[in-house]
């Protein structure tokens, strides 16, 4: 499946480069908000916060408010990043049980401080982001909260199918709606909303929200396939060391027995992961997910016809676009 025809950049700019001035208020945000008692969250928090990262949340959250023509920024700078928050904190929880020695192009914070003190961070990270969360209404706190409700069983269905190889598709996109899609879902719908826009407005931007989501993911499970892991900030198949079903794995495991056994197997050799990684490659799965994102990424773009046209409209949908192509 293609998308849409890829709209024109703006003055040739990136898409983010709209709400660039929102993004740094973020970051500014960011900063000041991890401040704490006790010095060792303060360096955690800066530490993964500092290593930078996409910041796709909060640029589609400020996109989509802007895309609904909201204006009073305190709102959503405070949103956008309660949600980076929530996603950080997520990040150094993922690690912890992962064992994930590598984020963001250096040591994790698990490898960094140890497993206790960065459980510890994780929990304070959340309680960051429900502060920032708490002034509002109870309709955009309970938004919040079904998020981070949702991450949490992502996190403990994906747990119950890992290195397991009864795990199917329907189970892996389970997974990744309440794990990564959640997020992006509850955050377009509270950018929406809090922009004034109409009740079908807001549900279109929630359902665009959900399919960025998944097709973000179905993206990062191609690149831990195929991709360039000096772009991607970590080694290529940390999924199949890990025993997490990616759906390029999961597709895979019933057209290759070797696929199966390494995915099963609880600490595989690099020359294991190696082989079997160019066995999923060689297999054809990977056309497949490459369409399911495109398909996902088609929604997306239908459920944005919901708004006026703008230069926001535009930015969101060439953000899709290069949501879909990116290679890291």
């Known amino acids: 499946m293609r998308l849409k025809t890829k709209p024109q950049p703006i003055a040739s700019l990136e898409p983010q480069l709209l709400v ?3 993004l740094e208020q973020v970051e500014r945000r960011l900063t000041s908000i991890l401040k704490s008692r006790e010095p060792l969250l303060n360096e ?4 993964l916060i500092g290593a930078g990262g996409k910041r796709v949340r909060p640029a589609v959250v400020l996109l989509v408010f802007r895309a609904c023509g909201g204006q009073n920024l305190a709102d959503m700078i405070d949103v956008a990043t309660a949600l980076e928050l929530i996603h950080s904190a997520s990040l150094l929880h993922d690690d912890i049980i ?3 020695g590598v984020r ?3 040591a994790s914070a698990f490898q960094q401080f140890g497993l206790a003190d960065s459980l510890v961070a994780g929990d304070f990270l959340f309680g960051k982001a429900f502060a920032l969360c708490g002034r509002f209404e109870e309709k955009v706190i309970s938004w919040a ?3 981070c409700i949702s991450l949490t069983e992502g996190e403990v269905m994906q747990g119950r199918f890992r290195h397991n190889s009864e795990v199917t598709r329907e189970d892996y996109l389970e997974i990744i709606a309440r794990k990564t899609a959640a997020l992006f879902t509850q955050g377009a719908r509270m950018g929406a909303y809090l922009a004034g826009a109409s009740e079908t407005v807001v549900e279109s931007m929630a359902a665009c929200g959900y399919c960025v989501g998944m097709a973000f993911q179905l993206i990062d499970d191609l690149l831990d396939i195929e991709g360039d892991g000096k772009l991607i900030g970590k080694p290529t198949g940390s999924d199949l060391k890990d025993g997490n079903p990616s759906l390029p794995l999961v597709l895979a495991l019933s057209l290759n027995p070797e696929v199966d056994r390494v995915f099963q197997k609880q600490d595989p050799t690099r020359q294991e992961i190696e082989l079997a990684l160019e066995q999923v490659r060689e297999s054809g799965v990977l056309a497949e997910v ?4 495109r398909s996902y990424g088609q929604q997306a773009l239908t459920a944005l016809e919901q708004l006026e046209p703008s230069a926001y409209y535009d930015s969101l949908a060439l953000f899709i676009h290069q949501l879909i192509d990116r290679t890291a």
């Open 20 to 22: 660039a001035a929102e």
């Open 290 to 293: 490459h369409q399911l994102a």
């Open 44 to 47: 955690i928090g800066h530490y």
């Open 145 to 147: 909260t079904d998020a």
């Open 104 to 106: 963001r192009g250096k």
């Open 98 to 100: 992962d064992g994930g």
